[in-house]
């Protein structure tokens, strides 16, 4: 099969308005993808404080610097909007408005443009002008008191749970099925609301019709794949390593049992009643040999055991290496493009941004030359919110 271009969304435009957190890990989603991404940054910055070689998040984008509290940046970044396929913006609900970057002037200027909001509270509702971040957003959702030990208070999942996977991944989804109506024939653009509780919620349908149905209690760590089953757990090894069991189905279970070796003396999985013991009888033996010695006697096998590892140990392991989950670029160990496509696969093709530093390079490729002149009024740093919205 012929393989060509940078990825599946080569050839797509995509605008970015400086933000943190799921609005840049969205757009480098589709820069990983092949869209031509990019950025807006603002004078003075904004991010998270670390150094802009190392945010992976602006890897495969290109960075123009625009002052959007001078007329000129915004005239700057609305003759963008006519040369772009998608916008997405980050800002509390009202500041793009404010700004003169909003969804009325920038359809105005491109009818088929997909206008992405990502939030966590959305455009609307009684939370949606406060502050907020991810944890706030999975608490309200019910997501986050499903995780963690019953005698104990909710795990924090870092900010993958909602940021990313209800926020992110979210408004890709969004951005691409209304880039498909507007390129159908008569399509329109249109205004993607991607919220984080929305999409937190919507992932936790499964479990909302387990709860209807009987097959899930409203508590932690009593269900089966919440950590309440013995045999779907982690638990420590002799060197103070974790092994993650997955054990669900009977033969799976009867695998993980037999290279345990507590085949004959491990209680009934079905006997409810004696999950207790099962569970004191599984961490006393994995608490007899190292981690490494664990993964060992379950190397490739069906018992659906694996080592917990780390961030740093990640890319080093077999499976991932084989496969180039992980990739080096620019000196920077990284996870590399997902998904992988036969005919048009991503890549990872330039180093996170520089703010500012393709000014040049897309007034060209764009044929944007009001970008080449930068505006001469004096500019100002703009003063963020905790979530990088700007006031």
Known sequence: MTRSGNGPLSGVRVLELAGIGPGPFAAMLLADLGADVVRVDRPGGAGLGIDPASDLTNRNKRSVLVDLKQPAGVGQVLDLVERADVLIEGYRPGVAERLGVGPEPCLARNPRL??????GWGQDGPLSGTAGHDIGYIAITGALGMIGPPDGPPAIPANLLGDYAGGSLYLVIGVLAALQHARTDGGTGQVVDAAIVDGTAHLTAMIHGMLAAGGWQDRRGANLLDGGAPFYGAYETADGG???????E???Y???IRLLGIEDDAPGRDDLAAWDDLRSAIAARFRTRTRDEWTAVFQESDACVAPVLSLREAPGHPHLAARGTFTEHAGLTQPA????????PGTVRRPPARPGADTEEVARDWQAPSLATPAEQPRRPLR????????
Do not use: H, I, K, N
């Open 242 to 248: 974790y092994m993650a069991v997955g054990a669900l």
């Open 337 to 344: 493009p997902a998904p992988r496509f036969s005919a048009t």
């Open 250 to 252: 009977q033969r799976f």
């Open 384 to 391: 963020t919110t905790p979530e990088g919205t700007a006031e």
């Open 254 to 256: 009867a695998e993980f």
């Open 114 to 119: 997909v206008y992405g909001r990502m939030t």
